[in-house]
C-alpha cells in the first residue's frame, strides 16, 4: 500500500485536473497545496476516493500513477 495526496492547484495542469500522487513520485513532496487521499493498494483506489471527496477533474500523475493518468 501507498499513501496518496491530491494536489489542490490545477493551474500547471493542461486541463485543469487535480492530479494525484502517491508517495514514490519525485513530486510528491514538493506539492504545495494537497490533500491527503490516504493508503491505497492502487491509483483507482485513491482516484474513486477523490472523487467520493467531489473532485470532479482528477487525473493520475504520469509519473506515480501511469495507470490512472487520463482517467
Not at 494537497?34 to 467520493?52: K, M, N, S, V, Y
Request: glycine fraction near 2%; include cysteine; charged fraction near 30%.
Amino acid at each position: 500500500m501507498k499513501n496518496y495526496r491530491i494536489n489542490k492547484n490545477t493551474w500547471h495542469n493542461p486541463n485543469d485536473n487535480h492530479e494525484v500522487h502517491n508517495e514514490t513520485c519525485s513530486k510528491y513532496n514538493k506539492i504545495e497545496l494537497f490533500e491527503t487521499l490516504g493508503r491505497f493498494q492502487t491509483c483507482q483506489e485513491a482516484i474513486t476516493e477523490a472523487r467520493r471527496r467531489n473532485y470532479t477533474k482528477v487525473d493520475g500523475c504520469r509519473e506515480c500513477c501511469y495507470d490512472c493518468h487520463n482517467a
